[in-house]
Each structure stands twice: as C-alpha cells, then as structure tokens.
C-alpha cells in the first residue's frame, strides 16, 4: 500500500489554475514541479535505487 499525502485545498486550487494557464494537466505540472525541486537531493537517489532493486527482483521472477 502506498501513502497518499493530502494536498492543501489552496495548493489544489493553485495547481488546477497554473496547469489550465500553461495548458497541461495538473498531474504532469505537478510531477514537473517536484521533479525540478527535488532531483538533487538525497531522497531522490535512494528512491531510484531502491526502485531499480525492485524492478531487477521482479525481472529476475520472470526469468525462472
């Protein structure tokens, strides 16, 4: 199960009136946003290698 963070009703908001002014979904300026803010940063590296672990795992289930 994954957490699902709740985003502020304000943010929301924010987030629906900048993606309709650049004319993108909220979901793909929302990605954009945290992926520019966060790329650098410790949690990012350790989130991708534990990713990659997972799909080298279920590659190697596929393999048998």
């Known amino acids: 199960k994954h957490y699902v963070p709740e985003v502020s009703r304000h943010l929301v ?8 002014r650049r004319k ?7 990605n954009e946003i945290l992926t520019d803010a966060l790329i ?4 990012w ?14 590659r190697s289930k596929t393999d048998c």
């Open 13 to 20: 908001k924010v987030l629906y009136f900048e993606g309709k």
């Open 45 to 58: 590296k350790i989130a991708e290698s534990e990713l990659s672990a997972s799909k080298d795992k279920d």
């Open 24 to 30: 993108m979904p909220m979901t793909s300026l929302v």
């Open 40 to 43: 650098a940063t410790p949690g």
